[in-house]
């Protein structure tokens, strides 16, 4: 008899999930027509944040020489950029290499000449209009390689807030637009999502400065940037 009355208390339990599965889910059903609307909103700014790689590269006869000279005159970077009051959290290593250089001659083996070894970081400069002369303080310093800049924007969500906007607004306009052409109206917003359109910084001029180029009068322009939403939007018509 208990074996009996526990078959049934698990199959009672059960009755509640197999009920459940078998329920249909309700789906969204429109009388209408079913637009659907891709639309971009865009807006512009001044970048902020100038990303710039700088670092140093050595050749020795031996390998601890091309390393030992490297770290010498990298550390004379790193301290000025410390002097122009770039913070720790700003200065990212970005490449540590070390690479045998030979010399190749016909029907000869390649013969070892010596070693080359660099050394870059990444450097953040939160004020742009300084940026060219701390460049050319690194140069004075040592660095003789000096890539960049990539110019972005530090806090770009309230932009990308307002590029939202106006791309749901292009939305409505055009969902109106393309309801007008048909003879009919807008009935109501199905749906809305944010699709991958949010556009990323942009690398823009690109320089190179080396140190054998003698002092440079560096200047960063930082001009403007795109940011871009897209949104892709349902809509009934009727």
């Known amino acids: 008899m208990k074996t009996i009355l526990l078959g049934l208390a ?3 339990s059960l009755l509640p999930a197999a009920v ?41 006869t031996s390998a601890t020489g091309a390393i030992q000279e490297n770290a010498d005159r990298m550390e004379r970077v790193r ?19 070390l690479n045998p250089e030979y010399r190749y001659a016909e029907n000869q083996p390649p013969a070892l000449v010596g070693y080359t070894a660099s050394n870059s970081v ?19 310093e040592g660095a ?25 607004a292009v939305g409505r306009a055009r969902a109106d637009l393309y309801a007008r052409a048909l003879g009919m109206r807008v009935v109501r917003l199905l ?5 991958g359109g949010i556009s990323p910084p942009q690398p823009m001029v690109m320089m190179q400065t080396r140190a054998e180029s003698g002092s440079a009068d560096s200047k960063i322009d ?14 009934e018509l009727q």
């Open 144 to 168: 003789n390689q000096i890539n960049g800049p990539t110019l972005t924007i530090d806090k770009p969500e309230a932009a990308l807030d307002e590029a939202r906007t106006k791309a749901l």
């Open 222 to 235: 930082p001009g403007e940037q795109q940011l871009s939403v897209t949104v892709a939007m349902s809509f």
């Open 20 to 60: 459940a599965a078998q329920t249909p889910v309700a789906v969204q059903t429109i009388a209408g027509t079913r637009l659907d609307i891709s639309a971009v909103g865009e807006v512009s700014r001044v970048p902020d944040i100038a990303i710039i790689s700088a670092g140093v590269v050595t050749r020795s």
């Open 191 to 195: 749906s809305v999502s944010e699709g």
């Open 10 to 12: 698990l199959g009672a």
């Open 122 to 140: 990444n450097v953040r400069f939160r004020d742009i209009r300084n940026s060219g002369r701390i460049l050319d303080a690194l140069v004075a």
């Open 79 to 97: 301290a000025a950029l410390k002097r122009a009051g770039i913070a720790d959290r700003d200065i990212q290593t970005s490449s540590i290499n």
